[in-house]
């Protein structure tokens, strides 16, 4: 394998990645090493998928904008930790036309007398822009994250960007005044285009709007995703439970091969898209849920419902026991287990295991090359007779 290596000036400040001083394979070691010193007591750990991409691979982008003690309007990513920026016009695993859109923002802000937020007294205006891109049909979204909602020359603002880069296709303000840590603010404008995006993942399309979870690495989760219904072999007549569903992304391609496939998912921006993603691939037989997984399948337990196959996707802390226990109820020939954190994943595991779950597959995947962060799926079933 050629050896890929990134050769960063602030990846000390940065901390994004923590292996950046590791070839490409000794990346795959460590990950390999960490996912069977986890897991390998429980299964054999299967070789690590290496992704299609190594670098540039980030579909989604953030800049966080500020000052300099001299005034000097600056951009970049926050040192891990502060919220000190440290200042970046290319990333080597970020999209890099994301990267050349959030650098002409910096300058148009310049050129048009906009102000940059300032964190301390509230004021100011531009404090973060997103951008994401669909990698398979080149659509990129660019969300302006604004401190007040008064954009001053707003349309001539727009213009000049979209002249500078004729390939965006949809621009979106989004104002957050408040005094927190996460980019995103509720109130949104469309300024330009339709306010989303449509990826294309295992022959199925995708709408993504801002606030919508959608993997950063589209490539290697295509791999993933396919592997992964093709471990589990549905047959057709599958009532599937997709938890932590996104905008529907596993569900809606386990669709064609089940009988029917119900999704939960906590973020009502997602479970619209979800249910737009059903409509525009003319799936008919998936059902949307905006609910707390763990909520939602106690519920499922206590109506007595069954489900053949339970797909469970959470964030990095895991799943819940409230979530496992239900599980265990609606007594599913298969638990297919995809997870972005191998220690709440073994955690989890144990759950499975000591209640008539085995695991039949455990395959990792970098999904996130240059970081210490590793993808891992497990695909559990159910002992007869437990
Ligand atoms: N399976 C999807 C999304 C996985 S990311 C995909 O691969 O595209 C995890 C998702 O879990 C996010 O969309 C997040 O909004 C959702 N989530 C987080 N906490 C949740 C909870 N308590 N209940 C339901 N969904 C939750």
Redesign the pocket.
Known sequence: MAEVKINCAVSKKCGGCQLSNMTYSQQLSFKQAKVVKLLGKMHRVEEIVPSPRKLHYRNKVQAAFGRTKSGMIISGVYQSSTHNIVRTDACCIEDEKADAIIVTVRELIKSFNLTVFDERSGEGFLRHVLVKRAFATGEIMVVLVTGTPVFKSKNAFCEELLRRHPDITTVIQNVNNRFTSLVLGDKETVLYGTGYITDELCGLKFRISSK????INRDC?ELM?SHALDSVGLTGDEVVI??????????LIASKQAKKVIS????PD?VRDAKINAKINGIRNAAFYC????D?MAEMAKENERADLV?M???RAGSTVTFMKSVLRLLPEKVLY?S?NPETLARDLTFFLKNGYRIRLCQPYDMFPFTEHVETVCLMSRVEGK
Not at 212 to 215: D, I, L, N, V
Request: aromatic share 16%; glycine share 10%; proline share 6%.
């Open positions: 919508s979870f959608y993997q989760a995703f997709d938890a932590y569903s996104g905008v529907g992304t596993i569900g939960v998912e906590l973020n997602a609910a707390d997984a763990s939602f797909i996707d959470p964030p995809i972005c």
